[in-house]
T-cell receptor, first 115, second 109 residues
């Protein structure tokens, strides 16, 4: 069974801090994704990657960057955290390449609070 | 602008069939429609996926009309444990996977 592991379940950071959210998958999947989930807004795509060192912007990339140096690991970086980035962050992976038709496998999320 | 919409909430009773519809007017031509289930404090979990007509697995059925601008998830004989939020997911082109707004299903005894 696919396992997607997010490094932290809960995180509290101060405004202006640089924040790293880490995600690791163990099934050699090509694609990895970062979503944020907010009440009333559902899941919104921040960034995704379909190969090592490749990245594509999602719908809300502003204030975020990503890194994928190894196939199994996809990091989300908040360069200077702000209170409007308080949210639940969900990482996902899927098997195939640019077709994006394989089901997504999600981690259990990181609830980030920026104070 | 891609828009994928679902009813905000639905109520049902144990043993009933529940149908949840998703409207996706900007779906890409060659891509699938996928449905997920999410419980509190967990990531979404895959339920079913289809391209056209009807797909059935051990937990649900998925109905997709010919124009593919909507899809309906059908849950037969729901139980209390089916209380969750249900999302559709479509590829709207430009490699953008867009989740629907989510439907909160409450199943009562």
């Amino acid at each position: 069974d696919v396992k997607v592991t997010q490094s932290s379940r809960y995180l509290v950071k101060r405004t202006g801090e640089k924040v790293f959210l880490e995600c690791v998958q163990d099934m050699d999947h090509e694609n990895m994704f970062w979503y944020r989930q907010d009440p009333g807004l559902g899941l919104r795509l921040i960034y995704f990657s379909y190969d090592v060192k490749m990245k594509e912007k999602g719908d809300i990339p502003e204030g975020y960057s990503v890194s994928r140096e190894k196939k199994e690991r996809f990091s989300l970086i908040l360069e200077s955290a702000s209170t409007n980035q308080t949210s639940m962050y969900l990482c996902a992976s899927s098997l195939d390449g640019t077709a994006l038709n394989s089901p997504l496998h999600f981690g259990n999320g990181t609830r980030l609070t920026v104070t | 602008l891609a828009k994928t919409t679902q009813p905000i909430s639905m109520d049902s009773y144990e043993g009933q069939e529940v149908n949840i519809t998703c409207s996706h007017n900007n779906i890409a031509t060659n891509d699938y429609i996928t449905w997920y289930q999410q419980f509190p404090s967990q990531g979404p979990r895959f339920i079913i996926q289809g391209y056209k007509t009807k797909v059935t697995n051990e937990v649900a059925s998925l109905f997709i009309p010919a124009d593919r601008k909507s899809s309906t998830l059908s849950l037969p004989r729901v139980s209390l444990s089916d209380t969750a939020v249900y999302y559709c997911l479509v590829n709207t082109g430009f490699q953008k996977l867009v989740f629907g707004t989510g439907t909160r299903l409450l199943v009562s005894p």
